[in-house]
């Protein structure tokens, strides 16, 4: 019965995105609906794409084995991200009237820029969109009792989702996105109300969660705790800023001021709102002590499935699997169009010099939706039994470290050039990846951080030196009454 719901669930919101998808005339209307969208459709998208399979299953499962101090990545830096976009990045971006972000690195710093920031941002949604597509194969595999295997599950799940987003786009993603939105924050409401009562009120449970530690948000005053905080901090809270996605849904709105308050409230919203799942978390150490003590150690990801499965009845786990659903399939269809679009514009342009019609690219951004499903559900399936919450944090770095820095000087720096963005880009990259590689220096300081550094030693740097260098070789001005 209760899959039998869910495969409906699923078709619904296949016919929902299909619906949507009559409104694509052009590739402006699949990238970023036309650019049309109200505040409110904005604020949804945004929360929406956000609330995924981590903060349902791999954040909770943080949070009560280390408290907040756990999860200062996702939801409180993510949530930080959209928040940050909102003030300091969607008027100047929309402003431009661009059609990914990748645009941006080109017209700021020329073609070579556009090409290395759009292959780190399109390798960057490896790690997230899996993380979703694993949480869709656990999901089948649960509801079936063990019918539907897990990478079946994944397979069933991606080509749930690759439907409406081929052929719908941008519309199809924001249009779900609001009804998802809805099912997900109606469904753990409810969940988090029936779960209170089972045990015993809220106040029991918040009482059991401080008595436990769970609500300490800052690190141990030492150098080393603090530094990492920090570094966990930053990950999805400034590497998510340089993300397709994000930019779509800045560029999808139809007015400046939709642009900039929706995300703000969008990630207000989130950070909020994350605290439900956490709360069903905690309430599982009082409805089932020993279960959920035993599948800390086993696999944490996996004690509100179990909470709802197992001591609820079927109403609430039609609600659960509802919400979680919905929470999935919003983030992996916005985060498999986001590359694909970021493909066809910057990338595949570069081999086709010539005029292309609009149709056609519309046809080989189509195209490239399905080849990254296919690469995704081959990764993740490679990837199975990697924790939701680490795939998610490690796709993170990428752009942090890459593609951050050239967009914040190009933004607000007048010097910042292409030497300096290059320079950015290697370093930052380079010592990423020397630190991930040396152990010894991986535990002595974030790896995370150190790349940012260095990439801002070398956007200055490599801003500078050129003009150095000419005023090196200046002829020395004579000193007003020596000559």
């Not at 949604?125 to 194969?137: D, F, I, N």
């Not at 519309?171 to 029936?194: E, R």
């Not at 659960?320 to 659903?325: C, D, M, Q, R, V």
Request: aromatic fraction near 12%.
């Amino acid at each position: 019965m209760l899959l039998f719901m869910v495969i409906a669930y699923l078709f619904v919101t296949i016919g929902i995105g299909l619906w949507a998808a009559r409104r694509v005339q052009n590739t402006a209307d699949f990238a970023i609906a036309g650019r049309h969208l109200p505040m409110y459709m904005i604020i949804t998208t945004t929360f929406a794409t956000w609330f995924g399979s981590e903060i349902v299953l791999g954040v909770p499962a943080k949070f009560i084995k280390g408290g907040l101090n756990a999860v200062v990545e996702d939801p409180f830096g993510a949530g930080m991200c959209l928040i940050l976009v909102g003030v300091f990045f969607a008027a100047k971006l929309y402003r431009m009237s661009l059609l990914t972000i990748s645009d941006y690195y080109r017209e700021r710093y020329g073609r070579t820029i556009e090409i290395v920031c759009s292959l780190i941002i399109m390798l960057s949604y490896l790690g997230w969109v899996s993380a979703q597509v694993t949480a869709l194969g656990l999901v089948f595999n649960l509801l079936s009792g063990g019918l539907i295997s897990i990478p079946w599950g994944m397979a069933i799940g991606v080509g749930s989702i690759l439907v409406y987003t081929l052929w719908g786009g941008m519309w199809s993603v924001a249009v779900t996105d609001f009804i998802q939105m809805i099912i997900l924050v109606v469904g753990l409401l409810v969940l988090a109300f029936f779960a209170a009562d089972m045990a015993g009120g809220a106040g029991r449970v918040i009482d059991l969660a401080v008595s436990r530690d769970m609500f300490r948000f800052w690190p141990e005053p030492t150098w080393h705790e603090m530094v990492f905080f920090f570094g966990a901090a930053i990950t999805m809270m400034l590497g998510s800023i340089p993300q397709q996605d994000v930019f779509q849904r800045v560029m999808s709105a139809k007015s400046e001021k939709a642009a900039t308050h929706g995300t703000v409230i969008g990630g207000s919203a989130y950070i909020l709102f994350a605290f439900v799942p956490m709360f069903l978390v905690a309430s599982a150490l009082i409805i089932m002590p020993e279960q959920t003590e035993a599948l800390l150690g086993d696999d944490p990801q996996k004690v509100l499935p179990t909470l709802v499965m197992e001591r609820m009845p079927v109403v609430m786990q039609v609600l659960f699997f509802g919400a979680l659903l919905s929470a999935i399939k919003s983030c992996a269809s916005a985060t498999l169009l986001a590359p694909a679009v970021t493909f066809t514009e910057n990338i595949w342009r570069q081999f086709r010099p010539t005029y292309i019609s609009d149709d056609e690219n519309l046809r080989i951004m189509r195209i490239s939706v399905f080849v990254f499903a296919v690469c995704v559900l081959i990764y993740s399936i490679k990837m199975e039994g990697t924790p939701i919450f680490e795939l998610v944090s490690g796709a993170y770095q990428v752009p942090l470290v890459g593609a951050f820095v050239p967009l914040v000087f190009g933004l607000y720096w007048k010097r910042a050039n292409t030497q300096g963005a290059m320079s950015a880009v290697l370093l930052g990259i380079g010592t990423w990846v020397l630190f991930m590689a040396v152990p010894a220096l991986g535990e002595a300081f974030p790896q995370q951080l150190a790349g940012v550094l260095a990439a801002v030693a070398g956007m200055v740097a490599g801003s500078l030196a050129p003009q150095l260098v000419r005023n090196a070789h200046l002829p020395a001005q004579p000193v007003a009454g020596l000559e």
